[in-house]
């Protein structure tokens, strides 16, 4: 296979993996606010955080040790995609049980988290096998992931189905559709496990497929993977809570009719657009400057996405949410795809899967399901707990908290993480 036809393949991959996520991850909050359950957006949220504690480290196990990744990505989106297209065929039953639709949404999103790092084991092994560099070759690969995100949230906004179930259709309609494309991926060898090095620890860690953790005992890495944690929480707060707090705004006359507030998917689509830029601007920086210098952009861009919203409307302060999105691509890319590509220059590779489960709980496993609630707590307080009159105010109050949480998390990064020569390893 020549590298333009191995990269088209990938490009497929990443399409659909990405495509499945935005049909749903803006608009989900929209939909179940219309029918009553804004209280509750961040459960909805933090079930992808709960599951990804766990889902992404036992599917990354499972892949280095028993299962050829491809295969185990294809299982994984089959059951996630039946999962999620039930949840959207009961949701469009009138006065359906919410705990009934949380359900078949939690199964579905338990094996869909884990696909997110199993399809960057499947790339970067098929880029490595290939003999390319992965740090310069991957992320034009991975812009179509952003492309195809943007794809299904215009088709859910044009379609009219951001305040219906219909969006978990088209959703689980695409996993089903990547599970039968995943079988025709580049194999992924299955690793044999590493000697345990006589420690008692190592032996433990060992026979449950978890050498991933020993990481940990890098202090560079466990640092790094503190700070992946702490800025996760950061994740998942404007897909749970943008499109509601943007569609809010049709409840003002003065802002009723604008653009923003009857088409909040699309103008949030803009940071998706910056990411497909931003994604492109990743090999530079990482090169140039280092891990800890764009992680450090990253946080910084959080603290602009944030406060921007805060003092932006969808009226002539417009542009500041459009500033907001902009900035995103930078947060979300610097964050996401520099974290899992250094991750994969620092392990070895018998265990690259394991370790990219673990990046995975850290980010969005512990830290977003941290924030999602706290979020929640937060939104719920300042925002569904007070005076219709009030709510604009409370809204713009809870950006500027999450604003002042990043810039914390940014200070304390650069005090305590040290940057050293990354050291690639076979």
Not at 246 to 271: C, D, M, R, V, Y
Not at 340 to 356: H, K, M, P, W, Y
Request: aromatic residues 14%; glycine residues 10%.
């Amino acid at each position: 296979m020549n590298n333009t036809s191995l990269k088209s393949r990938l490009i497929a991959m990443n399409f659909l993996e990405f495509a499945v996520w935005g049909a749903y991850l803006t608009s989900m909050g929209t939909f179940l606010a219309t029918h009553g359950h804004g209280s509750i957006i961040g459960w909805f949220y933090s079930i992808q955080g709960i599951v990804s504690i766990f889902m992404p480290g036992i599917m990354g196990i499972i892949a280095d040790r028993w299962m050829q990744a491809q295969r185990l990505l294809g299982l994984c989106h089959l059951l996630a995609g039946l999962f999620m297209a039930a949840a959207g065929i009961y949701g469009l039953n009138d006065g359906f049980d919410v705990g009934i639709l949380f359900t078949l949404y939690a199964l579905s999103v338990a094996f869909f988290m884990p696909t997110i790092a199993l399809s960057n084991s499947v790339a970067f092994n098929a880029l490595t096998t290939a003999g390319m560099d992965t740090v310069k070759d991957f992320p034009p690969i991975r812009i179509f992931g952003t492309i195809g995100f943007i794809c299904t949230m215009w088709i859910v906004d044009l379609c009219g189905f951001q305040q219906t179930s219909m969006q978990f259709i088209v959703s689980g309609g695409l996993s089903v559709l990547l599970a039968l494309y995943s079988q025709t991926l580049p194999a992924c060898p299955i690793k044999e496990a590493l000697p345990s090095g006589g420690r008692p620890a190592d032996s433990v860690l060992h026979a449950l497929g978890l050498d991933a953790f020993k990481l940990f005992r890098q202090r560079r890495m466990a640092i790094f993977f503190i700070f992946s944690m702490l800025l996760g929480v950061s994740l998942q707060i404007t897909n749970g809570y943008a499109n509601p707090y943007i569609t809010s705004f049709k409840e003002i006359p003065e802002f009723a009719n604008t653009f923003g507030a009857q088409h909040a998917n699309i103008l949030i689509s803009l940071s998706q657009i910056s990411e497909t830029c931003c994604i492109l601007l990743i090999p530079f920086f990482l090169g140039r400057f280092g891990i800890k210098k764009v992680m450090m952009i990253a946080m910084a861009a959080w603290v602009f996405r944030f406060g921007l919203f805060g003092t932006g409307n969808p009226g002539p302060g417009v542009w500041m949410f459009v500033l907001s999105c902009i900035v995103y691509g930078v947060a979300f890319d610097f964050f996401n795809i520099s974290g899992a590509l250094f991750v994969d220059q620092n392990t070895e590779g018998e265990i690259r899967s394991s370790a990219q489960g673990l990046f995975m709980i850290m980010t969005n496993g512990l830290g977003a399901t941290c924030g999602t609630l706290t979020a929640q707590a937060i939104v719920n307080h300042f925002v569904y707990n007070v005076d219709p009159a009030m709510q604009l105010d409370g809204w713009r109050e809870c950006w500027f908290i999450f604003a002042g949480y990043a810039l914390v998390v940014l200070v304390l990064f650069a005090l305590i993480f040290k940057e050293t020569k990354a050291v690639a390893k076979q």
